[in-house]
């Protein structure tokens, strides 16, 4: 479950100073919103999913209903609604492939915990993944079902501000970039060893599972039942752009968790290496590695 959004990038030589006029190399629009991106790179690997989440009734929700059809996604539980224009986000996007959004949540924004009970009364998974990309009132509701249910929750606590603290007593694992654990934990995260001392904090507010995302640096995961820190090291690739890597990640690892949820570690190895394809490549949807690429990728 998550947003749905038509993204449109701007990409540029160096991002523009306040008020400055800058000529930009090329423009490019893409499907995206972290429930579409979660939902598609989960459905790339061969696992049975269905997305959550609202588009208006507009041309920009029938393009997206489209385009996720085609990417092979099942769009039977979105919520289409006829006076809420469809989520829309503008990005620039730097010769680095790093990128900063503005974010027009329109539909995102307009879900209910009606709406989330009709769309998942006759659901059940085995993985249940959500960002806090839509409106707190949905999030809660659909975290209170997939725990009443049994779901394994996968939390991917963005964008970092619409964290609310509730959400964390839901989740089985939480997965942090960077910035969202600074603003979760209040701990500047710079190393392996602040993001162990952050994520031991994250643990302590009723996670079991957490794993903070450090780029290149690579992922601590914190298992607290075990008390057990794993280091899992980064793919090292030349970064393209950088959108999508976080929804790559969170999908991919929520996919394998489905096929084989005791085994963090290995879920956690493949959806690194899944994010580096992704950043090694321009585009959207389709710049989303499938289980054949991420199995034959050489690095």
């Not at 999913?49 to 997206?64: A, E, M, R």
């Not at 096929?259 to 950043?279: F, G, Q, W, Y």
Request: charged share 20%; hydrophobic share 40%; aromatic share 4%.
């Amino acid at each position: 479950m998550g947003a749905i959004n038509m993204d449109i990038l701007v990409h540029v030589d160096q991002y523009p100073k306040y008020g400055a006029n800058v000529p930009a190399k090329n423009l490019e629009i893409n499907v995206g919103g972290k429930g579409s991106n979660q939902a598609v790179a989960v459905a790339k690997q061969h696992v049975n999913q269905t997305l959550i989440g609202s588009i208006g009734n507009d041309d920009f929700g029938k393009q997206i209903l489209s385009s996720l059809e085609n990417s092979g996604v099942k769009t039977d539980n979105l919520i289409i609604k006829d006076d809420v224009q469809t989520g829309t986000a503008v990005a620039a996007v730097d010769n680095t492939g790093e990128n900063t959004f503005m974010v027009v949540l329109g539909a995102n924004n307009s879900i209910t915990s009606s709406d989330i009970d009709a769309a998942m009364k006759n659901l059940n998974a085995k993985v249940f993944l959500v960002n806090l990309e839509t409106s707190q009132e949905s999030v809660l509701a659909a975290l209170k079902i997939a725990k009443s249910k049994d779901m394994y929750i996968v939390l991917d606590p963005a964008p970092e501000n619409s964290y609310f603290e509730e959400s964390l007593k839901y989740a089985d694992v939480v997965t942090p970039n960077k910035q969202e654990t600074e603003r979760i934990t209040g701990v500047k995260v710079e190393t392996i060893a602040d993001g162990k001392k952050a994520a031991k904090i994250i643990a302590n507010k009723g996670v079991k599972n957490v794993i903070v995302k450090l780029g290149e640096s690579g992922n601590v995961l914190y298992e607290s039942e075990k008390d057990l820190f794993t280091i899992i090291k980064a793919t090292r690739v030349k970064a393209v752009n950088t959108v999508g890597a976080g929804d790559t990640f969170a999908g991919v690892l929520s996919a394998h968790l489905a096929k084989n949820p005791n085994n963090l570690v290995e879920a956690i190895e493949i959806a690194s290496k899944a994010a580096a394809i992704k950043v090694s490549r321009s585009g959207g949807h389709d710049a989303i590695p499938t289980l054949e690429e991420i199995n034959q990728f050489e690095y």
